[in-house]
């Protein structure tokens, strides 16, 4: 393997190597290490990171929480963004100093029948970022270049991170409820994925009704546009929103407490599509009878294809979305897990590298 002559970084730019955020142990905290700078292979890019999304799953990597995990010691991240800072062999559509992105989809074999027919996210042999594939907790990371998100010039670079994962995921969850503009979707749970469904939802032309917990959270949905919102801890959810809607066409289920899930059956009208996006532990209720009677369609819904990406972004670029987004340094990734699992995060954190860091 070579690299693009002249294109890795100067000397002063890399002395210290990766400042990065690893995952030692299961169940641990993650510790600030420095790393060897990776060199691209081929059909790789190393990129310069200025910002990355921190989001659920890189918790339930951090945990171990999944039936096949990452082996320790990895570095997790999967909504980072920056600057080409080097090409590997045999990549000809990225340029140094191009803005690009890395995502849960960090690449697929391009072969099998799921990559054939516009299903990559099935792929038996992709890879993934911040899991398989080292992520974007650290100043640098390696992306595929076929499959890193390209992200149009000027916009945020806080904003923009969420959107390689949350938001690609929402997105294309909405589209796979089959809902129509004009029609009622539930977003259930209102949180760093949640907020921003609603906002897509709204774009898209559909009428939302929030669904959560947590009242502040529910202000927020209120506030980008849902035109209802239910607090399922202080009202009969299922009742309330069938008398105001006559049953949702879709839902679009983030949140990740099981009972949400079994709670979508009721909200639904018949016909209904629920969609699952949300992965938390454990499992949920499925009335048989209400399934079949109501005709409803059930499906998981995993992140989006290369094309959801680009779809995803464009939105943004246009200024239909704007995640509700908070910065925090790398050196605060343990506190920043341990606000998300005590639900205290409205929004979004997204670390950003910009900022000196402590040591």
């Not at 992520?135 to 595929?144: A, D, E, H, K």
């Not at 032309?205 to 506030?223: C, E, F, P, S």
């Not at 679009?252 to 639904?268: E, N, R, S």
């Amino acid at each position: 393997m070579t690299t693009t002559a002249l294109s890795m970084p100067t000397a002063s730019d890399t002395t210290d190597g990766v400042r990065a955020a690893v995952v030692t142990a299961f169940g641990q905290p993650l510790r600030i290490e420095r790393l060897d700078l990776p060199e691209p292979g081929y059909g790789e890019a190393l990129v310069k990171l200025e910002t990355s999304g921190v989001c659920h799953t890189d918790l339930h990597a951090a945990h171990g929480d999944w039936p096949v995990k990452p082996q320790p010691p990895f570095v997790p991240g999967h909504e980072g963004y920056g600057t080409v800072v080097a090409l590997g062999d045999g990549v000809d559509d990225l340029r140094i100093g191009d803005k690009v992105g890395n995502a849960w989809l960090w690449s697929a074999c391009g072969r099998c029948e799921y990559c054939r027919t516009g299903w990559e996210t099935l792929c038996e042999s992709q890879q993934n970022g911040g899991y398989s594939v080292n992520g974007s907790f650290g100043t640098y990371m390696l992306v595929n270049a076929a499959y890193a998100a390209r992200i149009p010039d000027g916009l945020d670079p806080l904003e923009v991170a969420p959107i390689l994962c949350a938001g690609v995921t929402v997105y294309k969850g909405l589209k796979v409820t089959d809902t129509r503009p004009g029609q009622w979707v539930a977003i259930s749970g209102i949180g760093g994925l949640g907020h921003i469904a609603v906002q897509y939802a709204r774009a898209m032309g559909l009428r939302v009704v929030a669904v959560d917990i947590d009242d502040a959270k529910l202000a927020l949905a209120t506030k980008l546009g849902a035109e209802l919102a239910f607090n399922a801890t202080t009202s009969d959810v299922v009742a309330e929103v069938q008398a105001a809607t006559g049953g949702v066409h879709g839902v679009l289920v983030t949140a990740v407490h099981p009972q949400a899930f079994g709670q979508a059956i009721g909200l639904t009208r018949r016909g209904g599509t629920i969609v699952f996006v949300g992965l938390p532990p454990g499992e949920f209720p499925a009335p048989i009878f209400d399934i079949v009677l109501k005709g409803l369609t059930i499906r998981g819904s995993i992140v989006g294809t290369r094309q959801d990406m680009a779809e995803a972004l464009d939105f943004y670029a246009r200024g239909l979305i704007h995640p509700t987004v908070h910065s925090a340094s790398l050196d605060d990734i343990n506190d920043v897990f341990s606000r998300m699992e005590r639900g205290q995060i409205d929004g979004r954190i997204v670390i950003d590298y910009r900022r000196p860091p402590s040591e």
